[in-house]
């Protein structure tokens, strides 16, 4: 009986282990992270196609636990579920936030709300600015309201059909369709790069979240 006790523990044990580990990871990409492949040139010159990039779901899985909305920061590149399509993901930069108003005009973004009446460039003081071209907008002025729960978009490739995003078709982005923020580029490995800190971003800044 000994025996036959400690063989039933023996496979309850590596039963247990073989089923954690299919099941931890795929904990790990549902709530925490996500490898991607970049598809296409919208992001560039910031991300190129074929670029992977791991996107961190762990801020607004906290967000969720809590009841509340993640709202990135501004200047966060974030992947999304495009609003007329659930199946397609999108990346892109966020540039406006609930209370925004953005206005594009002659290729210069401007972003106006309360705090900021005079507006103010979104891109301003970035480590990206200097590789970003003038908008393009075939010469008329887009002016959008971001209303709560929503994110004006871009995408850094803003040249003539360089991206599908809120000045050009896409709309307002619904802060529910948020996947993840851009964590980590990892491959090529000689453009390894990190752009949001895992632990010291921010993460748990409950200015960051909005109750519903």
């Known amino acids: 009986k000994q025996r036959k ?39 560039e010159p910031t ?9 961190l779901k762990l801020p607004k899985t906290i967000a969720s636990m809590q009841d509340k909305e993640f709202i990135p920061a501004r200047g966060e590149v974030i ?4 609003p007329s399509n659930d199946n397609t993901q999108l990346i892109k930069r966020v540039i406006g936030l609930p ?19 005079e507006g103010f460039d ?5 480590d990206y600015e200097a590789n970003l071209e003038p908008v393009d907008t075939s010469g008329q002025k887009v002016i959008e309201d971001v209303g709560q729960g929503e994110l004006f978009v871009l995408g850094d490739n803003r040249g003539p059909g360089g991206s599908l995003d809120s000045h050009s078709g896409l709309g307002l982005v619904p802060v529910e369709n948020i996947v993840g923020r851009l964590w ?18 921010g993460l748990f800044d409950q200015t960051l979240f909005q109750k519903h």
Do not use: C, H, W
């Open 99 to 117: 209370g925004d108003r953005v206005v594009i005009e002659n290729g210069v973004v401007t972003v106006y709300n309360i705090d900021n009446p």
């Open 122 to 126: 979104p891109d301003a003081g970035t």
């Open 5 to 43: 006790r400690e063989e039933m523990k023996n496979l309850l044990f590596t039963v247990l282990f073989f089923a954690s580990a299919v099941f931890v990871p795929f904990l790990m990409i549902v709530f925490v992270f996500q490898s991607y492949v970049v598809d296409g040139s919208s992001m």
């Open 47 to 55: 991300l190129q196609n074929n670029n992977r990039v791991f996107v």
């Open 79 to 82: 992947v999304f579920k495009k």
């Open 184 to 201: 980590v580029r990892y491959f090529p490995i000689s453009e390894f790069q990190v752009f949001a800190n895992f632990l010291n971003d």
